[in-house]
């Protein structure tokens, strides 16, 4: 089978399309034609090493998983003999987790893991763009305990992560504001945001409002403009901190009435199910930016580098036909 691999960190040009031998499932596993896969930071940033402290559990010289790829959406194949969830010819989709794999046209994944049927009315393509950032900000406003008309402020509104609060905040009910630039603001004001802030243009530093929740989903925000800006009892959510901020959030936390959320996220298959059911009420709707074929990938990881994609950037790793998308 094709497959994206890479035996070292670094730029983009480590990744390269090899023929690799196709996987076998095991008694409880699934095996996935994979039609579609995206690229998210996280899948960069472990491509890179950065931060450093990757390596030390991804692998210090090299890493210990050559194919990337976290989510994916395709077409089971196979099932193991002990597979009593799925069947062949199921569409899903879903992540891999730490196992990645998806920058293939097979991966095999337990039936316990983070997969699900896929929502009829999509695409394999658009069905891809849910997982990471869908999950991820699923995650953290759970955290958060929203609720319906408190105000919310979600920095980086326009990529994976930020599009997907956006709209799952108001299904909670949420006022919600967006932060992004001049060129995202349509895209965020059609998502539903009540307000958006184009920050190249209006200095947050000046914005006197008081916010219930605020959603940092990309790691720009300044740390003391947003916990000034919480109300008393508020919750400020990193989804992508550094070790500086996670420190310095535990210590807000215990010092203060504010609450920080910062770490990793987990997910479940219940978390698909649940934006099935969105997606199928046309309450949640995909963001694709740019689409690249599976050879590509190194150029999406440049795109993907630069920090200004919106929404989600996918890679096509089988042409689906017509009757392989329903």
Not at 2 to 14: H, S
Not at 148 to 156: H, R, W
Not at 299 to 324: D, L, M, P, S
């Amino acid at each position: 089978m094709r497959a994206i691999v890479y035996r070292e960190y670094g730029t983009p040009d480590v990744l390269q399309l090899e023929d690799v031998k196709k996987p076998v499932e095991k008694d409880n596993e699934i095996l996935i034609k994979n039609y579609a896969t995206s690229v998210s930071s996280g899948d960069w940033h472990l491509r890179k090493a950065d931060p450093f402290m990757i390596r030390l559990f991804f692998g210090l010289s090299k890493p210990k998983k050559n194919i990337l790829g976290f989510v994916f959406a395709g077409e089971i194949e196979a099932i193991g003999k002990n597979v009593t969830k799925f069947k062949a010819g199921d569409k899903v989709f879903g992540t891999s987790g730490n196992n990645f794999g998806a920058y293939a046209e097979y991966l095999c994944l337990s039936e316990e893991g983070v997969v699900a049927i896929k929502p009829e009315n999509m695409t394999y393509e658009e069905a891809v763009s849910i997982p990471f950032g869908g999950n991820t900000a699923l995650y953290f406003l759970r955290k958060a305990k929203i609720q319906k008309g408190q105000n919310i402020l979600v920095y980086g509104a326009s990529g994976s992560i930020g599009t997907a609060a956006v709209q799952l905040a108001k299904q909670f009910g949420a006022i919600v504001t967006g932060v992004c630039s001049t060129s995202n603001l349509e895209l965020v004001k059609s998502l539903g945001a009540d307000r958006v802030i184009d920050y190249t243009k209006e200095d947050l530093s000046e914005n006197i409002e008081k916010y219930d929740v605020i959603f940092d989903t990309v790691g720009k925000s300044s740390y003391s403009w947003c916990m000034k800006s919480l109300n008393k009892t508020g919750f400020l959510l990193l989804s992508a901190a550094g070790p500086a901020q996670m420190f310095r959030g535990i210590w807000s936390s215990v010092t203060s009435s504010k609450n920080v959320i910062s770490g990793v996220m987990s997910e479940k298959a219940e978390d698909l199910i649940f934006f099935r059911e969105l997606i199928d009420a046309g309450k949640i709707k995909p963001v694709i930016d740019r689409r690249y074929p599976l050879e590509e990938t190194a150029e999406a990881h440049r795109y993907v580098e630069q920090g200004h994609k919106k929404g989600n950037v996918v890679i096509t790793v089988i042409q689906e036909t017509k009757n392989e998308i329903n």
